[in-house]
């Protein structure tokens, strides 16, 4: 069990790259006048996680024709290459393996990964199943995969969302130490089913029956309901906020709302989380619901 608390529980990229150009975070994009595809990579692979409800979810707002689900990203993007052989496969483990955190208390270092972690990464990659347990720098990741993309898919028409139950985390100068997040936003955006359970903090009264001692089965059973855990029947719905984040994120370049009954809410505490996600105040403040409706009429 990871007891890994955070401050901030969704980070933004320090750059984007669109075609040839960089634009800083802060810069208001001018929006396209078409939202040409929102990717969604669906590489959970992880119990009641259902990416086709997101993208069904995401069609009620800008068409269904704006939305397609594919493969596992770095899967996808090989085999639409044709690039599914030995020497490619072994380069991205490679790759993926040298953002694995060997140590939270200090930033990831440059480092050629060892032999057994390399057999795992592949088997990963080609299997679909991640031990989420393994800590990534979610930046590092990110830029592994920006690699993939190539022609058009680089457009600003494209907005690519990777699901994946790899635990991400970033670097955060302020305590020198990695904490854990749910997502990492910029190109492409990445969301960790595994960030929902670990970087939001849990009740308060759950880590101080963890510090005496309690037994953690009883703690889970006493505070039910009060943070998301693993095979959560909730974890769908509650995803498709932060989808929507992405979506912001990569349209606007600001994902987020101080409104805590707003779906772009960036919660701290599972219970803010599950308050602006799967609350009764609706989905979004009367600013993002009017800022949205402009957003999916265009």
């Not at 990416?51 to 993007?77: A, K, M, N």
């Not at 849990?202 to 089965?217: I, N, S, V």
């Not at 707003?262 to 996600?277: D, G, P, S, V, Y």
Request: glycine content about 8%.
């Amino acid at each position: 069990m990871l007891l890994v608390v955070t401050k901030q529980c969704s980070h933004l990229s320090d750059n984007l790259r669109f075609d040839r150009y960089t634009i800083q975070v802060g810069a208001m994009k001018p929006i396209p006048q078409n939202l040409g595809v929102i990717c969604l990579y669906d590489g959970a692979g992880v119990e009641n996680f259902d990416t086709r409800q997101i993208g069904e979810y995401l069609g009620q707002w800008f068409g269904p024709d704006c939305v397609q689900i594919r493969s596992e990203f770095v899967r996808h993007h090989l085999r639409s290459h044709g690039r599914m052989d030995e020497q490619t496969l072994e380069s991205r483990a490679r790759d993926i393996c040298k953002a694995r955190i060997e140590d939270p208390a200090n930033p990831l270092e440059k480092r050629e990964p060892n032999p057994e972690q390399l057999v795992q990464e592949r088997k990963w990659l080609l299997q679909g199943v991640v031990n989420r347990e393994v800590f990534y720098d979610g930046l590092a990741l990110q830029r592994t995969y920006l690699e993939l993309l190539v022609g058009e898919e680089t457009s600003l028409e494209f907005v690519h969302i990777v699901f994946t139950n790899r635990l991400i985390g970033t670097w955060d100068q302020s305590d020198r130490r990695y904490h854990a997040r749910v997502s990492v936003y910029g190109w492409p955006s990445v969301i960790s089913t595994t960030g929902v359970v670990e970087a939001p903090a849990r009740p308060r009264e759950y880590y101080f029956g963890f510090m005496a001692g309690l037994d953690e089965r009883q703690l889970r059973e006493e505070l039910a309901g009060r943070f998301i855990d693993y095979g959560d029947p909730r974890l769908t719905d509650l995803l498709k906020g932060y989808t929507m984040q992405a979506v912001f994120y990569h349209l606007l370049g600001d994902p987020f709302c101080d409104n805590p009954d707003c779906r772009l809410f960036n919660a701290h505490w599972q219970e803010q989380m599950i308050r602006a996600q799967l609350g009764p105040g609706g989905e979004f403040c009367s600013k993002h619901q009017k800022l949205l409706k402009e957003l999916a009429d265009k």
